[in-house]
């Protein structure tokens, strides 16, 4: 008889792929409750499955994002060495800690990093409607277009640059992000973006960079979970063949879209959503 699996897991990765990838994270959040409610995948092979499928689905990604210029590699590489310490740590702590206890930890955790991230928005807000009015007063202008490509560079410029204690700060939100992919074989992504967003990276900066990000929790996940063997590598090509033609079509997808309207929309998205995770891990 015709395994209908063989349909269903694919095209579920697709849309994942595809959802993730204009949203920025890996899909871990996905993946594990569906392949455990409704594939019946057993919990333990989906967390691992999770982590191993992540990684084709941010790597593809993190390089269409690349070629659009959304990666800042540097601040990538900061978070995603503290993703490798945290998601080894996680994977160590899953098998010391009873899960229930973690949920409720780590609900706490992610609700705490919507501080930063409504401080930022808020600010945000704040200074998208101060550029607006300039705008208006120099609409008679006839190099205003000119003036605010000028103005948006120097501006992008000036937000990414960190150094001295924001680096540490922003391997804090790597390593946050790796302790929440080791243990629930979620991408990890609510710190990571986070962090990033409270940084100051533009929206689209922070969905590009948070997915390279990603793929490092991934690639230390498998090691973790390949030790304990927890690997079902069929599933994983399965997932994975849907998931990266997902993940390349995402950011096309993006750059038919006004950056501004991504600018408006992406916070209040990325707040609901960590607002969504960690409620639902801490009522769980």
Do not use: W
């Amino acid at each position: 008889m015709f395994d209908f699996n063989l349909i269903f897991i694919p095209l579920f990765g697709f849309l994942v792929g595809f959802l993730v990838s204009t949203l920025g994270g890996g899909g871990g959040g996905f993946y594990v409750p569906i392949l455990t409610l409704v594939f019946g995948v057993p919990p333990h092979i989906a967390v691992a499955t999770s982590l191993a499928s992540v990684l084709p689905t941010t790597a593809a990604g993190a390089f269409s994002h690349y070629r659009e210029g959304n990666v800042n590699i540097r601040l990538g590489l900061i978070l995603g060495i503290g993703g490798i310490f945290g998601t080894l740590i996680g994977t160590y702590i899953a098998n010391l800690i009873p899960s229930l206890l973690l949920e409720k930890i780590l609900g706490i955790f992610v609700l705490i990093m919507l501080i930063p991230m409504l401080k930022s928005f808020i600010q945000r807000y704040k200074e998208q409607k101060e550029r607006e009015k300039e705008r208006e007063k120099e609409k008679s202008n006839e190099n205003i277009e000119d003036m605010e490509n000028t103005y948006n560079i120097e501006n992008t410029e000036k937000i990414v640059e960190i150094n001295g204690f924001k680096k540490v700060i922003a391997s804090f939100f790597g390593f946050a992000g790796g302790i929440l992919a080791g243990i629930f074989g979620i991408s990890g992504t609510p710190p990571v973006t986070a962090g990033l967003y409270s940084l100051g990276l533009p929206a689209i900066m922070v969905v590009g960079t948070t997915i390279f990000v990603l793929i490092f929790n991934s690639l230390a996940g498998i090691g973790g979970y390949f030790v304990l063997g927890k690997l079902d590598i069929p599933l994983i090509l399965l997932l994975s063949s849907g998931s990266i033609i997902g993940a390349f079509l995402g950011p096309k997808s993006l750059k038919k879209i006004d950056p501004k309207i991504i600018e408006k929309v992406y916070g209040p998205i990325l707040i609901s959503i960590s607002l969504v995770m960690g409620l639902g891990l801490l009522l769980a």
